[in-house]
């Protein structure tokens, strides 16, 4: 497979090479040459695949000959490790929990087949890579998690001190080996802008070998595409005859996307809904045709306060820019936090299903949908354990969340972190260092 830069004005490139990129030299996203078509034949197994196979025949075209078959084989198998499960909350929505992978959040997946796919890399390049990511909170912990022990391949998380989760916090604080933390005395977006200036800036890259973790790479964006084929999976077992309607909450938009990818392949599914907090620019572009990127409003679902998705274009790419298209594909709606509150309280209420704040934006632009579409049962994905935002959960539940084991030793941990001031001149003597 080749990729693409979108802003069309870099050199076409392979999985590795975009993989190690990161970002195209032009600033832009990279992009797929073609989409793979899934056979028929491969819809018609499609039930009763077991994950890796499944997981092995959806990756490797994107993939192409820049891994062989067995070590592909073996790094998709460690990205899946361990359960998807659609549970039924009620007669109209079904919830695919993807927070069972090791930091309780669906980015686990991706994190953990980009960082096997460097792993592999540089291996074969005796060259080291250094991994320079900002986290509002659930990125750090599954990237440490995901990189923990991987050769070749230098970790440096920022996160803003103070405003993550105890939980987040020590997941991204007390790996060690590969991994450091750097708490930055300021917001998430000071963090973001100072990685950004890093990638731009020619004596750091001189220095060293420098990528991006978010899904703006293709090596954690692509596999999030795997959630919609477990999900059709269990969907099929449990007897539907129809596509489902998925609701997907909704920040950089990587994971939507990749949805619209396995989509654009042949997967049937039936329609998307954008879930969105008050950070609203994709449902208002879905509403009105204009698209306005803002400054970021801070909400209780925090991993989706984002002002100006970058994979936003991806989605444009997809839809060759055809507004009518891209709305009659994907119905968007935008979630207060005082709804987002009220949802998680009243699911728990009715269904005894405890949602965390991500999770119930989603169930709540489901539920609006529904009014207009009330034949149409849907799946949401539950993106995160409800044990990461203990305040906002705990407020509306009234109780306490129980604590999941895997959990536990973590609080057990000491963590350990560089304070780092909030301006780009301080994270690059620091890194300079190195
Ligand atoms: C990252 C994240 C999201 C948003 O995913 P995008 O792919 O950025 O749209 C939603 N929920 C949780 C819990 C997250 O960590």
């Known amino acids: 497979m080749k990729y693409r830069s979108l802003n069309g004005n870099a050199p076409i490139v392979d999985f590795r090479e975009a993989t190690i990129r990161g970002q195209a030299p032009d600033k832009g996203l990279y992009f797929p040459m073609e989409i793979p078509q899934l056979s028929p034949a491969f819809i018609a197994a499609l039930p009763s695949m077991n994950k890796t196979a499944l997981a092995l025949q959806v990756m490797q075209p994107y993939v192409g000959n820049n891994i062989d078959t067995t070590s592909l084989e073996q790094i998709v198998a460690e990205a899946v490790d361990f359960e998807f499960p659609l549970v039924k909350i009620n007669e109209q929505v079904y919830s695919l929990e993807l927070f069972h992978g090791p930091t309780l959040a669906f980015k686990d997946v991706g994190a953990r087949f980009m960082s096997r796919c460097l792993g592999h890399f540089s291996k074969a390049a005796y060259n080291k890579t250094t991994v320079l990511v900002a986290t509002s909170g659930d990125t750090g912990g599954a990237v440490a998690n995901g990189f923990l022990g991987v050769d070749g391949v230098e970790v440096i998380i920022l996160y803003p001190s103070g405003k993550v ?17 750097l708490e930055v005395a300021g917001s ?7 990685v950004k200036d890093a990638f731009m800036d020619a004596d750091l890259n001189g220095h060293l070998s420098l990528t991006s973790a978010n899904s703006i790479n293709v090596a954690r964006w692509l596999p999030q595409q795997l959630y919609y084929f477990f999900a059709w999976q269990q969907w099929h077992q449990m007897g539907f005859k129809t596509a489902p309607v ?20 042949g997967l049937p599914l039936q329609q998307f809904i954008a879930a969105c907090n008050v ?6 572009y879905l509403q009105t045709g204009v698209y306005q990127p803002k400054t970021a409003v801070p909400t209780i679902s925090n991993a989706m306060d984002v002002g100006s998705p970058s994979n936003f274009v ?4 997809l839809f060759a820019k055809d ?5 009659a594909t994907i119905a968007g709606y935008s979630i207060s936090d005082e709804i987002t509150q009220q949802t998680i309280a009243a699911v728990y209420q009715q269904d005894g299903y405890i949602l965390d704040p991500h999770g119930a934006v989603a169930y709540e632009a489901l539920a609006e949908y529904q009014v207009q579409h009330p034949t149409d049962k849907g799946i949401i994905l539950e993106t995160a354990h409800p044990v990461k935002f203990p305040e906002t959960v705990e407020a509306a539940i009234g109780q306490k969340i129980p604590i999941p084991e895997s959990v536990l030793p973590l609080f057990q941990q000491t963590k350990k972190s560089i304070p780092m001031q909030a301006n780009f001149a301080a994270l690059k003597d620091w890194l300079m260092a190195q």
Do not use: Y
Not at 165 to 181: D, F, H, M, R
Not at 188 to 194: E, V
Not at 279 to 284: C, K, L, M, R, S
């Open 165 to 181: 989760s105890p939980v987040q916090e020590l997941q991204l604080t007390t790996c060690g080996q590969n991994i450091k933390a």
């Open 188 to 194: 998430f977006d000071d963090c973001q802008a100072m």
């Open 246 to 265: 998925v609701s997907v909450p909704s920040g950089n938009f990587g994971n939507l996307c990749a949805g619209l990818m396995a989509h654009a392949s």
């Open 279 to 284: 950070n609203d620019a994709v449902p208002e």
């Open 314 to 317: 991806r989605i444009l790419e």
């Open 323 to 327: 507004h009518g298209k891209m709305a």
